[in-house]
């Protein structure tokens, strides 16, 4: 299963964009799906998290600007992002696992990453 990131883009602050990352494959659900972000010189840290069930979970500093969706139909999970400051400067990944099919019969887990979108916030 192959995931492919974009959105990512130069904008001012106070300003939105939206991620996506779409997943490709014989895909069978989707069960947890996640942005991470990694700025210049600081580690990867987890932003927001949505399961199947469509729970959500969100770090501190982007609660209340950020919201983590998903299309099921499409396999495309989204960030909306709102309210961007320089800090959320970051080069974005997407995370994805579920169930796949390995064959015509066989169905098994996979756990993937998205190649990554720079977000640049900055005026």
């Known amino acids: 299963v192959q995931l492919q990131a974009s959105g990512g883009g130069l904008v001012q602050p106070g300003g939105s964009l939206r991620l996506s990352c779409a997943a490709s494959?014989?895909?069978?659900?989707?069960?947890?799906m996640r942005w991470y972000r990694q700025a210049p010189g600081k580690q990867r840290e987890l932003v927001a998290t949505i399961t199947s069930a469509g729970s959500t979970g969100y770090v501190d500093s982007v609660k209340g600007r950020f919201t983590i969706s998903v299309d099921n139909a499409k396999n495309t999970v989204y960030l909306q992002m709102n309210t961007l400051k320089s800090e959320d400067t970051a080069i974005y990944y997407c995370?994805?696992?579920?169930?796949?099919?390995?064959?015509?019969?066989?169905?098994?887990?996979?756990?993937?990453w998205g190649q990554g979108t720079l977000v640049t916030v900055s005026s």
């Open positions: 494959g014989s895909i069978v659900s989707l069960n947890a």
């Open positions: 995370n994805v696992d579920g169930r796949y099919y390995s064959d015509s019969v066989h169905v098994e887990t996979f756990g993937s």
